[in-house]
């Protein structure tokens, strides 16, 4: 299916909104979210302060984490009655670690034009700003909560040639750090927070270091860690865990195996054979 973007039918538009300075908005940002008939917002007292603040005066629905599902209806009621949506987040694109995904899948299915402005987004700033890289980088967004899924997931990206970009909350920074150190090595990192704001900090360095001077961080943190340089090994991950990862994040049986033994590169008949212990 080919989508013709700018043919001026129903559209689901979704706008970056500020990170931190309100002046990083685009003037085209301002001019769809006055255009729209509707606003799907991850928070509407988040999203009204900022309407307010460039007088904009519009329909706000709520879209969140927890009822994005709900919306779907509702979503293409409005776009067959020939309305024009803007999905947005709290800050930041939607879709990046945030709301939205479902409300542009279900746009797509169904046949109407997905239209995404550029706009502010913390990982290509913090990514520029670290010093790690100048070419390919691999975003990973949030870590597991859980410590031990949150390992895990570390030692599938322990032999990732590429820089690798992090979100993470404040209080888990230091735990995750630790995790880092004991699972990737004393790489060199980066720690950026507050990107755009008054307090925007960048902290450069090898996790040893770091550990040793930070603590009690505040406000959104991205963290780049680099790449490995070394050959890829999973020693410190069964098979059958390796594959269970990919099956938790969504992928079939035959789909985690199949990417398993592409990444052990070893045969598929091995994997399986170990998964299923036979």
């Known amino acids: 299916m080919i989508q013709k973007s700018y043919d001026n039918s129903p559209t689901l538009y979704i706008v970056p909104t500020p990170i931190g300075n309100l002046e990083d908005i685009t003037i085209r940002a301002i001019n769809i979210l006055k255009e729209v008939d509707i606003i799907f917002a991850e928070d509407t007292r988040v999203t009204k302060q900022l309407l307010n603040h460039f007088n904009i005066q519009n329909k706000l629905i709520s879209s969140h984490l927890y009822n994005e599902n709900q919306n779907e209806e509702k979503e293409i009621k ?11 987040s709290d800050r930041g694109t939607p879709v990046i670690s945030d709301p939205g995904y479902i409300l542009v ?42 410590e031990s899924k949150r390992k895990k997931e570390l030692e ?46 960048v902290i450069r360095g090898t996790v040893e270091n770091i550990l040793k001077t930070v603590e009690n961080l505040k406000g959104e943190i991205v963290l780049i860690v680099e790449g490995n340089s070394k050959e890829p090994t999973f020693e410190n991950i069964s098979i059958k865990d390796h594959v269970d990862l990919y099956i938790e994040d969504g992928l079939t049986p035959n789909e985690a195996i199949k990417k398993v033994a592409k990444e052990r590169n070893i045969p598929k008949s091995i994997v399986y054979n170990e998964y299923h212990n036979l």
């Open 78 to 88: 409005y776009l067959k009655e020939g309305k024009n949506i803007a999905i947005v």
């Open 156 to 201: 599938l990206l322990k032999s990732t040639s590429y820089p690798i970009i992090f979100y993470e909350a404040p209080h888990r920074l230091i735990k995750t750090l630790n995790n880092i150190h004991e699972i990737l090595g004393n790489r060199k990192i980066a720690i950026v927070r507050e990107i755009s704001k008054k307090y925007e900090e």
């Open 105 to 146: 899948k279900n746009a797509i299915e169904n046949g109407y034009n997905v239209v995404c402005l550029p706009g502010p987004t913390a990982l290509i700033p913090a990514l520029v700003m670290s010093g790690l890289s100048s070419g390919p980088f691999t975003f990973y967004g949030f870590l597991n909560s859980k």
